[in-house]
């Protein structure tokens, strides 16, 4: 697995549209073959997906994809926001994989980010009120190898 030296990482601003989710992939997908993490690619696409879409459908603000290495042969996907409310899917709560009760066709993006992430958690950013404020939503995947 080639390195590179500083390490490389990449954002993308995303705009309040319903096709930004699909463009991040997108772009996720191209950065991982530019680096030949290709097969990352199901895992981390998954993961960002859930992320973002999560993002457009439960903020009104703008939305950002951060995409950095955290190992060798490890990804971790972000999802920015400027919401400072952290989802309670992603908490401890909840046994691995389990959905909610109650739900239904909708809401189960978290719990697909809890069973398929080598590990996630949120970061809040700043204070409410300050232009910089915000979260961030994470999950990390690794590949595992033959």
Known sequence: MPTVSPPWSYTLHLSRDPRSPGIARSTLRCVLAAYELGELAPTAELLASELLTN????TSGPYALHIRPVGAGQLRVGVWD?????????????????MPHGACEGGRGLALVRAYADSW??????????????????????WRGP
């Open 82 to 98: 400027k919401d400072v409310t952290i989802p309670s899917g992603l908490g401890a709560g909840l046994v691995h994989g389990a």
């Open 55 to 58: 993002a457009h459908v439960h």
């Open 121 to 142: 958690g949120a970061s809040l950013l700043g204070q409410p009120g300050e232009s910089s404020c915000g979260k961030v939503l994470w999950a990390e995947c690794g």
